[in-house]
């Protein structure tokens, strides 16, 4: 009888999952977290911004929905991955910074509330998902329930509708005094309210964890997500990462 040799095997690809409402952090935060732990990012509210973009550099009615799903069909999306430097690109234009304009804005929850765009979108996100074989931390709006419900990691990243609010006008007016706050309002609170008629981001499904972040710094809601990682799945950040 022949001795089988044990070939030992790599860890399993790591998946995190991240939702929360607007001004949350999920973003800055998931970013952090998959530094530390040598995983790959994907921004998917990102998605849904480059394909408004597209639609209106192309001239598409938003409120057409057989017209949206033909124009992400048509769309050279790409999605880069790595934390450190993530991307988003339709086709040679580097559109990194046209999808956070006031006018996508504006205009982003049309295309995120559109049902069969979500259902292309959920299978092309679990497709970046699936590929990502050092592990991912992914974020948005319903991967905890929809996209990854079996991520090893499920966690909503909510805030005080005020912090939000500071924070977002302080990524966008540079400042979070009253005029600025108010001058995001609109983005911010309209946006969560139409998003929440398709998914679910502000009441955490059973298994997901909540972090409530509206009384903590950039850094412990970092190191909080970090522990639950760590204590979820065993694994510890890599040496030397912050």
């Given at each position: ?131 990502a074989s050092e592990g991912i931390v992914a974020e948005g709006r319903d991967i905890t329930t929809v996209v990854a ?30 005029s600025a706050v108010a001058a995001t309002r609109d983005q911010v609170v309209r946006r969560d309210r139409d998003d ?47």
């Open positions: 009888m022949s001795r089988s040799t044990c070939v030992p095997t790599s860890e399993p690809a790591l998946v995190v999952a991240v939702d929360g409402p607007s001004g949350s952090g999920k973003s800055s935060v998931s970013r952090a977290v998959a530094r530390r732990f040598g995983l790959r990012y994907l921004d998917t509210g990102a998605m849904y911004r480059a394909l408004t973009w597209w639609c209106l550099e192309q001239g598409v009615d938003l409120t057409d929905p057989a017209a949206v799903v033909d124009a992400m069909d048509a769309m050279p999306l790409e999605m880069g991955t790595d934390p450190a430097a993530p991307s988003v690109r339709v086709g040679s234009v580097d559109v990194g910074q046209a999808i956070r304009q006031t006018r996508v804005s504006e205009q982003v929850s049309a295309v995120a509330t559109n049902l069969q765009v979500r259902a292309r979108m959920r299978d092309l996100q679990r497709r970046l998902i699936h590929e419900p079996d991520a090893d990691v499920r966690v909503l990243l909510t805030a005080t509708e005020l912090t939000r609010l500071q924070r977002r006008a302080l990524e966008l007016h540079g400042h979070a005094e009253e929440s008629t398709v998914s679910q981001f502000v009441t955490a499904a059973d298994g997901v964890r909540t972090i409530d972040s509206s009384s903590m710094t950039f850094e412990q809601v970092v190191d909080a997500l970090t522990e639950l990682v760590g204590s979820r799945t065993g694994r510890v950040p890599r040496a030397g990462s912050a």
